[in-house]
């Protein structure tokens, strides 16, 4: 990575895992870096994901296909998509956003952006963790993606036939082929695709603990504080924070479902909403399958970790302020049973966890240098994909901040592109 000409004192606000890689990416380059955050380093949505590198979710979340079949989903007591009543008059206006996404030339675009980042993702990790000594941490696993019903079978079809024709690699199995595979999952099973070059790391809690570990031993410092508002302060800026002010060169805002705030504070109005995701972690369950499973129809993802067995599901749309829903476990147990061929642990002694995604309406996250105030800079919005796509953030941004050209284009990620004024400017 290209050494800055002249290191500067650089404030990453968020310890996520895009805040801790793209900290790893600046301090590389020679800068003094610090990181922000009111909890410790991956204690965020970090902490509860699936821990799986999802590069085949390519599409935008929004497609005329997912809208067709929202309602359904919503009026399901045990389906994917869950959205609060008393949240949907806040919600309007980005549900109205996120429907004109759905527009087949806005999906085009998207599909594109987010099959550049997910097919640079695997590569940048591996950079990544090699810098630290921690290959180890990410795991060629595979991943398979089940149906139930023979009735899903024209449609699994053409998902591989559209994800071929995108260049990834994936394979057909029928029934017998997933139990052999798989002998965790139930056999009552249709068909699955199989996708052998996938990946996941095997606790995303604990691999952003040692992404922070390996940034404080270069001289990193973690400051655990919250930054409250962001000041132009000359040429750099100013951070006010809940214990004080505190000024620096340069500053990353990548504070995952708040990041909008803080954006805000400078002039940009940026429709970022809240995915709210919930998962049980099994720790006495954690090879009960020897890699990450999804359901193609109930929209979950079991994968084996360290920490146990994870089981993540749901969309639900709600903010953060309201409290967890409790029936949400309980259908992710239901899903769960469903497709393990053991029950065991299921209703006992497992973690239960809900975190905030950060989503914008077409599904892409900002990657971009604020346009007025050239000291700050963003990476945040990447909605299910911010395991996935954070250490080709951390490259894309620090070579932009360097002033070098990075490996991919922009364009699509401008923290602007929501906005009136900079497009008709």
Same mark, same amino acid.
């Given at each position: 990575?290209?050494r800055?000409a002249s290191?500067c004192r650089?404030?990453?606000?968020?310890?996520?895992?895009?805040?801790?890689? +793209?900290?790893?990416?600046l301090?590389r380059?020679?800068h003094?870096?610090?990181?922000?955050?009111?909890?410790?380093?991956g204690?965020?949505?970090s =902490? %509860?994901?699936?821990?799986f590198?999802? +590069?085949? @979710?390519?599409?935008?979340?929004?497609?005329?296909?997912?809208?067709s079949?929202?309602?359904?989903?919503w009026?399901?007591?045990?389906?994917?998509?869950?959205? !609060?009543l008393? =949240?949907?008059?806040r919600?309007?206006?980005?549900?109205m956003?996120?429907?004109a996404?759905?527009?087949?030339?806005?999906?085009?675009e998207?599909? &594109?952006?987010l099959a550049a980042?997910?097919?640079?993702?695997?590569?940048?990790?591996?950079?990544?963790?090699? /810098?630290?000594g921690?290959?180890?941490e990410?795991v060629?696993?595979?991943y398979l993606l089940v149906w139930?019903?023979?009735?899903?079978?024209?449609?699994?079809?053409a998902?591989?036939a559209?994800?071929q024709?995108?260049?990834?690699?994936?394979e057909?199995?029928?029934?017998? *082929?997933i139990r052999a595979r *798989?002998?965790? @999952?139930?056999g009552?099973?249709?068909?699955?695709l199989?996708?052998?070059?996938?990946?996941?790391?095997?606790d995303?809690?604990?691999l952003?603990?040692r992404?922070a570990a390996a940034?404080?031993?270069?001289?990193?410092?973690?400051r655990?504080t919250?930054?409250?508002?962001?000041?132009? =302060?000359?040429?750099? #800026?100013?951070l006010?924070? /809940?214990? %004080?002010e505190?000024?620096?060169d340069r500053?990353?805002?990548?504070?995952?479902?708040?990041?909008?705030?803080?954006?805000r /504070?400078?002039?940009l *109005?940026?429709?970022?909403?809240t995915e709210?995701?919930?998962h049980?972690?099994?720790?006495? &369950?954690?090879?009960?399958?020897?890699? !990450?499973? %999804?359901?193609?129809e109930?929209?979950c993802?079991?994968?084996?970790?360290?920490c $146990? @067995?994870?089981i #993540?599901?749901?969309t639900?749309?709600g903010?953060l302020?309201?409290?967890?829903?409790?029936?949400? =476990?309980?259908?992710?147990?239901?899903?769960?049973?469903?497709? @393990?061929?053991?029950?065991? $642990?299921?209703d006992h002694?497992?973690?239960?966890?809900?975190?905030?995604?950060p +989503?914008?309406? /077409?599904?892409?996250?900002v990657?971009?240098?604020?346009?007025?105030?050239p000291?700050?800079?963003f990476?945040?919005?990447?909605q299910?994909?911010?395991l996935?796509?954070?250490a080709?953030?951390?490259?894309?941004?620090a070579?932009?901040?360097?002033?070098?050209?990075?490996?991919?284009?922009?364009? !699509?990620y401008?923290? +602007?592109?929501?906005s009136?004024?900079w497009?008709?400017?």
């Amino acid at each position: 990575m290209t050494r800055a000409a002249s290191p500067c004192r650089i404030a990453v606000i968020g310890a996520g895992v895009v805040g801790m890689t +793209t900290a790893l990416a600046l301090q590389r380059q020679g800068h003094a870096v610090s990181v922000l955050d009111p909890r410790g380093p991956g204690e965020g949505a970090s =902490y %509860g994901n699936a821990g799986f590198l999802a +590069t085949e @979710l390519i599409d935008p979340l929004s497609t005329p296909s997912t809208l067709s079949k929202a309602p359904r989903l919503w009026l399901d007591p045990h389906g994917a998509l869950a959205m !609060p009543l008393r =949240y949907l008059p806040r919600m309007a206006p980005w549900l109205m956003r996120f429907i004109a996404a759905a527009r087949p030339s806005r999906v085009a675009e998207g599909r &594109r952006a987010l099959a550049a980042l997910n097919g640079a993702a695997v590569a940048a990790w591996r950079r990544c963790l090699a /810098d630290i000594g921690a290959e180890e941490e990410l795991v060629a696993s595979g991943y398979l993606l089940v149906w139930e019903s023979g009735r899903g079978r024209a449609a699994a079809k053409a998902q591989m036939a559209h994800l071929q024709h995108w260049g990834i690699e994936v394979e057909w199995l029928e029934a017998e *082929e997933i139990r052999a595979r *798989e002998p965790g @999952l139930t056999g009552e099973l249709s068909h699955g695709l199989s996708f052998p070059g996938a990946h996941q790391v095997r606790d995303p809690h604990a691999l952003v603990r040692r992404l922070a570990a390996a940034f404080e031993a270069r001289g990193g410092v973690i400051r655990q504080t919250r930054v409250e508002r962001l000041e132009p =302060y000359g040429e750099g #800026v100013r951070l006010h924070t /809940d214990a %004080g002010e505190w000024d620096a060169d340069r500053a990353v805002v990548a504070a995952g479902a708040r990041s909008h705030h803080l954006a805000r /504070d400078l002039g940009l *109005e940026v429709p970022l909403e809240t995915e709210r995701g919930y998962h049980l972690t099994l720790p006495q &369950r954690g090879q009960p399958l020897r890699q !990450p499973v %999804g359901s193609a129809e109930r929209r979950c993802v079991m994968t084996p970790m360290r920490c $146990g @067995l994870r089981i #993540v599901g749901f969309t639900e749309l709600g903010g953060l302020s309201l409290a967890p829903i409790r029936r949400r =476990y309980a259908s992710l147990r239901r899903h769960a049973g469903a497709l @393990l061929a053991d029950r065991q $642990g299921l209703d006992h002694g497992a973690e239960e966890w809900m975190g905030f995604r950060p +989503t914008l309406p /077409d599904s892409l996250p900002v990657i971009d240098t604020h346009p007025d105030v050239p000291a700050v800079h963003f990476a945040f919005g990447h909605q299910h994909l911010g395991l996935t796509q954070a250490a080709i953030t951390a490259e894309l941004l620090a070579a932009r901040m360097a002033g070098d050209a990075p490996a991919l284009d922009l364009a !699509p990620y401008r923290v +602007t592109r929501f906005s009136r004024r900079w497009k008709t400017e």
